[in-house]
């Protein structure tokens, strides 16, 4: 099998850690204890200062970079473009990810796009 090297640098990107946390309350009725859910948060890791500043790539409303060509992240941009087409085509036109924002290596806050017609069940 041949190695081919990409005429461009990919970059080391990866999503911060996230998780979903319910708060539960314990409440009473007729001697038998229930728990009703009071609140749900979304919990992301704790993002260095390393990672700072932090850059929009792509917004949901266009699949081009926000920079322009000569600016820092282009290149990164260009490359999240790449993998939302590959998302796309793979998926049969059903789901992407967009939205890309981030710092160093962190992306974080990204939106899952589908098709509306999907009959998710």
């Not at 979903?20 to 409440?27: G, P, V, Y």
Request: one cysteine or more; a negative charge.
């Amino acid at each position: 099998m041949v190695q081919v090297t990409p005429p461009f640098p990919i970059p080391e990107l990866r999503f911060v850690h996230a998780g979903i946390a319910f708060a539960q309350k314990e409440i009473d009725i007729a001697g038998s204890n229930h728990s009703s859910l009071c609140a749900s948060y979304l919990l992301e890791e704790l993002i260095q200062s390393t990672e700072l500043p932090f850059q929009k790539y792509i917004h949901n409303g266009d699949a081009t970079p926000l920079q322009d060509p000569w600016e820092k992240g282009y290149d990164t941009g260009i490359f999240l473009c790449f993998i939302q087409h590959i998302q796309y085509q793979e998926t049969a036109h059903q789901a992407y990810i967009s939205d890309f924002q981030g710092g160093k290596t962190l992306l974080t806050d990204p939106q899952v796009m589908t098709n509306p017609s999907r009959p998710w069940a």
